[in-house]
């Protein structure tokens, strides 16, 4: 392997490779299976086949992996070449996915497409696929791989299209790698937030009311709305104003916006009963634009900063929804600032102080927990951006500034800004590690531009504004699966919708007990009260099993004494403590 490359490289080259020799490997056990696409993951690989009339299951899992190792251990040859598309159709013309693959790029007016063999010592290619690579220079480089999971895809992620066979695997350089990563998988099932949050009672799902609509307990709907007022608390110390917009909308706003181009067939559409098209909102900016657009604003004005907590709608495939990770109703944390050009470096510090308050209150913003995305254009596309290219370099320098100044830990990644304006996505590792990215900053001339927004300067001339998209925890569904897969649902006790659960050890303590959990509610605390109904090891079970922050078990001894004794969620040792010290700690 190429030493000159990055440990990240690597992975990336080693589980492309993996996907072509899996690949090889089926066709040698399935002759007639045609190939769909095959590419690298961020944690593994996959590939997709039409098996037409065979039938392949899991069961099949071992002779491929052990056909895979035969491959790996002829040490074949990897050599890219590069064709034109009359040798290319020439070449994969039994592969009728590869040929629609083929004359796409054709269509897009490539002029040649590369492809990869695995060769022997002799020169003799066994496999041939289309690629664009990379890969390492041989098959006996690979390290040590598996398959893990098979499930159904449609050809291109297209409903109307053939439903194809995709098989997933993963691939490390060592069996110690393996080894980790299969740990991780399963501490992550332990963590799952889709079990966690059926046996916490945080939400559910119906069939009546559809995939992908998550309906939230009185707990879930405290964790919600303790995160919303949370963020709304923080950033109002820097002038955020709640406002609120339907949840329908003529298609006409998303015209003007550009969204619509981009994003008509994801969206929810709404027949009323006139001629008018309104769709379900899928997003916030364009109506935060019109709120903006209702009356003429003064520089005096600016910056204008809207806040707002409301659900948006996006139809997802079926197959896509997972758990809270992915649904069709997400309530975004949403906010933009309407500023000044020469505003714009405050207003982006003002939200990356907002960010960092809010997640160092989860313990989610030391040096080894995130990093920074500063998004920018993919200079190779850049048919894909609206707007000004030279407001665009503006836009980017000024959030590599501004992400330099405040001593963020980034990197700039080319082809993932949004298709207005660049951004500063901020990327967490949870408890085991993986990556999700929540809060964003993006910096906008596009959609004011497309909007005709305007403020009368100091010299009375009409000026355009700038626009700066923010989100803190993004959308509340997806950022609640995440925390709950991060705290393995044992919530700190400003977070959790049960802060404490209060134990009298027999019936006699229950009176004492519920003075306790009267005078913990008085001073805003979260108590719930486990009578002496059944025994006071299985209610201590109980308490555990949903991880309430602290157990509070009173007996003789602390009806006399006006004390509580406190155990701490996944700790042995308890502590006797006075009531109202036990409140004020509860209170900080």
Not at 93 to 122: H, M, N, R, T
Not at 125 to 132: K, M
Not at 502 to 514: D, F, G, M, Q, R
Request: net charge negative; hydrophobic share 40%.
């Amino acid at each position: 392997m190429n030493s000159e490359l990055s440990p990240a490289e690597q992975g990336i080259r080693r589980r492309h490779t993996a996907s072509h020799i899996m690949s090889a490997a089926v066709k040698m056990l399935f002759p007639t299976a045609q190939r769909g696409v095959g590419p690298w993951t961020d944690d593994g690989f996959y590939q997709d086949f039409d098996f037409g009339a065979e039938k392949v299951s899991d069961a099949n899992f071992k002779e491929i992996e052990k056909k895979m190792r035969w491959i790996a251990n002829k040490n074949f040859k990897i050599v890219r070449s590069e064709t034109d598309f009359a040798e290319a159709e020439q070449l994969f013309q039994g592969d009728p996915y590869k040929a629609e693959l083929i004359a796409d790029l054709k269509k897009a007016g490539e002029k040649v497409y590369s492809f990869y063999d695995f060769v022997d010592a002799s020169g003799k290619v066994f496999y041939r696929d289309l690629c664009a690579g990379p890969h390492l220079n041989s098959t006996g480089e690979i390290g040590v791989f598996k398959i893990t999971k098979i499930a159904g895809s449609y050809w291109r992620g297209d409903e109307t299209r053939p439903m194809l066979t995709r098989i997933y695997g993963v691939a490390f350089a060592d069996e110690a790698e393996l080894k980790h990563y299969e740990e991780m998988l399963e501490e992550a099932k332990r963590r799952d937030h889709r079990k966690l949050g059926a046996e916490l009672g945080l939400f559910c799902f119906s069939e009546k009311v559809g995939a992908g609509l998550p309906l939230f307990t009185p707990k879930g709907a405290f964790l919600r709305n303790k995160i919303a007022e949370t963020i709304q608390k923080i950033q109002a110390q820097y002038g955020y104003e709640n406002v609120w917009i339907p949840h329908i909308t003529k298609k006409d706003l998303y015209e003007t916006s550009g969204h619509w181009a981009k994003f008509k067939d994801d969206l929810f559409h709404v027949k009323g009963k006139g001629d008018t098209e309104f769709v379900m909102k899928p997003m916030n900016c364009p109506h935060h634009t019109q709120i903006y657009a209702s009356e003429m604003r003064s520089y005096r004005d600016l910056p204008l900063r809207f806040a707002e907590v409301t659900t948006c709608y996006r139809d997802e495939q079926p197959g896509e929804l997972l758990g809270l990770s992915r649904v069709r109703s997400l309530t975004q944390d949403d906010g933009h600032a309407f500023c000044r050009p020469e505003q714009i470096r405050q207003e982006c510090k003002n939200i990356v102080a907002v960010v960092r308050e809010f997640y160092s209150k989860l313990g989610m913003f030391g040096a080894a927990d995130f990093w920074v995305s500063l998004s920018v254009r993919d200079p190779h596309q850049p048919e894909k951006y609206m707007g000004d290219p030279q407001k665009w370099d503006l836009a980017e320098q000024y959030l590599q500034e501004i992400a330099t100044e405040e001593q963020l830990n980034f990197k700039v990644v080319e082809g993932e800004a949004a298709f207005y304006g660049p951004k500063l996505d901020f990327i967490f590792l949870d408890a085991i590690g993986r990556e999700w990215q929540l809060a964003t900053i993006q910096i906008d001339f596009v959609q004011p531009e497309n909007f005709g927004l305007e403020f009368i300067n100091e010299k009375g001339e009409k000026e355009r504004p700038v626009m700066i998209h923010r989100a803190i925890a993004g959308s509340l569904e997806r950022f609640i699966s995440v925390i709950i897969e991060h705290f393995a649902g044992a919530f700190p006790a400003w977070l959790a919708p049960v802060q404490c659960a209060i134990l009298p050890v027999a019936a006699s303590h229950e009176k004492y007990a519920e003075d306790v959990f009267a005078k913990i509610k008085e001073v805003g605390g979260r108590p719930e009260l486990l009578d002496a109904s059944e025994s006071l090891g299985k209610r201590i079970r109980a308490a555990q099993m949903q991880k309430i922050p602290f157990t509070l078990v009173v007996g003789d001894k602390e009806v006399e004494s006006g004390m509580v004794t406190v155990r701490k969620y996944g700790e042995e040792k308890e502590e006797k403590m006075m009531l109202d010290k036990f409140m004020g700690y509860l209170k900080k």
